[in-house]
């Protein structure tokens, strides 16, 4: 049995500091987290987030300071790792990690944000497209797949509060919301929609400085998508809003590798 996190924790060391992310890390006990917008690079921490007890760590970083980066959390060393998808246009941003763990590869990405101008719409598209084509390369190996990440789109209508005041904002473009469906129709399934199909007001992000959260005005912006064969043995999939310290909330997943996948 082996439980996955994943959050956008809007800079770690932001979240580090207000005494949130180590008592997390140890109240979750994840196997593997994912997380994003880490706004860091590992030689600005110190060993606490560098190597927490029982943890190996793996970091994707940008260039820019303060911006962007993800970070890798696990129990269990992978047989390998990836930084980035080795293009350097996304990887000089720190969007991606992928991590062999030999029953599965386990990919951790936080997908660009289009800009309240749509200026970043096109570089969006193209790495959504150029990440969807480097699984399916994966997959084509006979690969199974579990990825996560801050994928900055809400899906359906089901997965924002104000789904018709927000139809040409991006997060909710037509446009963005094809690729997810591009996504399902490759066969990977978004697990927590697919465990809850009809659940209303389950968010994952909310605007700041706006009492968004306390009313629950939010969008599910943040996925565990699986490859078709490892869905029969997804145990569960959650949101969990409990979680401060960020405009986003953590995800989970819990997957049991014995259980028979046909």
Not at 11 to 23: E, H, T, W
Not at 34 to 63: F, I, M, V
């Amino acid at each position: 049995m082996l439980r996955f996190y994943s959050w956008n924790v809007n800079g770690l060391r932001a979240v580090d500091r207000k005494g949130i992310f180590l008592d997390w890390l140890a109240q979750t006990q994840p196997d593997i987290a994912g997380l994003q917008e880490t706004k860091c690079n590992p030689g600005q921490l110190d060993e606490r987030l560098l190597a927490p007890p029982g943890y190996h760590t793996y970091w994707a970083s940008a260039e820019r300071g303060g911006y962007s980066g993800v970070a890798l959390y696990c129990k269990r060393e992978p047989i390998a790792v990836q930084i980035g998808l080795g293009v350097d246009e996304y990887d000089r941003e720190g969007r991606t990690i992928v991590a062999d763990f030999g029953d599965f590869v386990f990919i951790n990405a936080y997908f660009p944000n289009g800009g309240r101008d749509h200026a970043r719409v096109p570089f969006k598209m193209q790495y959504n497209a150029d990440f969807l084509s480097f699984i399916n390369g994966l997959r084509a190996q006979g690969r199974s797949i579990i990825f996560c990440g801050d994928v900055n789109t809400s899906h359906q209508e089901i997965d924002l509060a104000r789904p018709r005041q927000n139809r040409n904002t991006t997060g909710f473009m037509p446009i963005e919301r094809e690729w997810i469906d591009e996504v399902v129709n490759s066969g990977y399934v978004d697990t927590f929609r697919a465990r809850y199909p009809d659940l209303e007001g389950a968010y994952t992000w909310w605007a700041q400085f706006t009492s968004s959260r306390e009313k629950n005005v939010g969008w599910r912006l943040d996925y565990f998508f699986v490859s078709p064969d490892l869905w029969p043995q997804v145990v569960d999939a959650a949101i969990h809003p409990e979680f401060y310290g960020s405009d986003h909330c953590p995800v989970s997943l819990t997957i049991d590798l014995g259980m028979d996948r046909r």
